[in-house]
């Protein structure tokens, strides 16, 4: 064989092996990953669940699962049989969604989260409108971006309330006023400490509410860190707002 046959060939197997690893590639980036799941069959997918562009879901009626796929959110209701990826158009209100959401310095609008020309929903309904905003009503481990700055949220603005807040022996009022929804975690009566219970009471909770603090360092710098980071730290919670929030991005978007 002549060099430049040689040469041709070993081309020709460059070429190949790049072609297989943007082959590869494509794979990988085409996979979801399962955000959220309701319904009868969410056992079958829980979050977390990552998902070859091969796999298939089949749905009972009453099932909702979302899934993220290169940032952007797919909504699937079943009953059905669905493919893991598919084709998501870009949404405008999507980047606008997630800045919003996971914005490390939470902007403070009225009332929850805005949903377009909707009417504005009841308080019950209503979603504290970025994930590093404690919302008091929520249960479990929160994932704190920066201790000295946790703000409490509550649904609406309207009448004084107090929310009492128990942790080791310690105990604080947080009142919240008319015409309010936020109000800074009282750091100096009872001070923020990770992996402690801390009980919440009063405030129109039908029920004591209980939550402990998770550190989490630096703020992941895209959705799929963030998803990823409050998975594994266990922030049920802030995942579900998110997850809830890309979804009527999504729906909003066409």
Known sequence: ???????????????????????????????????????????????????KSTDK???????????????KTRTLSGPGTFGATGVIQASSSMGTTVTRMLS??????????????????????????NVWLLDYRESGTFCVANPATLMLWRPNMEGDTALEIESGGKKATVAIVDGANFRKWPTDQVPLQYGVDYRLSGAGLSKPVTVRFAEMGAIPDTVEGSVDMLMAKGCTPQLNRLAEAMSEAETAGG
């Open 1 to 51: 064989m002549s060099f430049p046959e040689k040469s041709i060939r070993r081309m020709g197997l460059t070429a190949a092996a790049a072609i297989m690893a943007l082959a590869v590639a494509g794979t990988a980036a085409a996979q979801s990953m399962v955000v959220r799941s309701t319904g009868p069959s969410a056992g079958k997918y829980p979050t977390g669940t990552k998902l």
């Open 104 to 129: 490390p310095s939470p902007m403070r609008p009225r009332g929850g989260a805005t949903r377009g020309d909707l009417p504005e929903p009841a308080p019950s309904e209503m979603r504290a409108p």
């Open 57 to 71: 879901l089949t749905l009972a009626s009453g099932d909702k699962v979302i899934l993220m796929q290169g940032g």
